[in-house]
């Protein structure tokens, strides 16, 4: 299994400002994959982030909006720009086992994120 | 495209009570399904799998059946305990694109009252 920690676990920011989450895995992996998860709702998959390429973005979902970087094989951020009130939301990283190959994800705690 | 539709909840039940919460899907080829549990205040974590027809995932008394042909993936306890409160998505995982990017249910949030 894969350990994933997320900093920081929760913020309060203010509108017009952004927030960047750090997501560390204890071991490498190709893909990660940054969640949000409005209150109430499923997951909605924003972005797949590859080592030394540029992230692949959903429907609905903009690079300028969700910037994501991915330094190398551990580690990944996504900053949400220009908060407002409706980026309010849990985002949760996640990365894909690789043994086996049956689509199993492994999830980071999450950040909470209010924007006021 | 792939689509995971879970019954509403909240579901309430009494400790001791039977679970079932329903997951029924579509997809184009021949998925992965599985459970995933959210405790309050955490991430998701995998309850359990199944990568094929007819296979059954358990853990922590829990169980689901993979049904083809009711394209179906319920989830099963047969006594709940308080400490399984949780919200629970139902998902399911096609490789497409050289990747096993998942769609997830709505969730079902389950309350146990002692």
């Known amino acids: 299994s894969a350990v994933i920690s997320q900093k920081p676990s929760r913020d309060i920011c203010q509108r017009g400002t952004s927030l960047t989450i750090q997501c560390q895995v204890d071991s490498q992996v190709t893909m990660m994959f940054w969640y949000r998860q409005q209150p109430g709702q499923s997951l909605t998959l924003i972005a797949t982030?590859?080592?030394?390429?540029?992230?692949?973005?959903e429907s609905g979902f903009v690079i300028d909006k969700f910037p994501i970087s991915r330094p190398n094989l551990t580690f990944s951020t996504l900053t949400v720009s220009n908060l407002s009130p409706e980026d309010s939301s849990i985002y949760l990283c996640?990365?894909?086992?690789?043994?086996?190959?049956?689509?199993?994800?492994?999830f980071g705690p999450g950040t909470r994120l209010t924007v006021l | 495209g792939d689509s995971v539709t879970q019954m509403e909840g909240p579901v309430t039940l009494s400790e001791e009570a039977c679970l079932t919460i329903n997951c029924t899907y579509t997809a184009t080829g021949y998925p992965s399904l599985f459970w995933y549990v959210q405790y309050p205040g955490e991430g998701l974590q995998l309850l359990l799998k199944?990568?094929?027809?007819?296979d059954k995932g358990s853990n922590k008394g829990f169980e689901a059946t993979y049904r083809k042909e009711t394209t179906s993936f319920h989830l099963e306890k047969g006594s709940v305990q308080v400490s399984d409160s949780a919200v629970y998505f139902c998902a399911l995982s096609d490789r497409g694109g050289g990747s096993y990017i998942p769609t997830f249910g709505r969730g079902t949030s389950l309350i146990v009252h002692p």
């Open positions: 982030a590859n080592q030394g390429s540029e992230a692949t973005y």
């Open positions: 199944a990568t094929k027809a007819d």
């Open positions: 996640s990365v894909e086992r690789l043994a086996g190959g049956t689509g199993e994800q492994f």
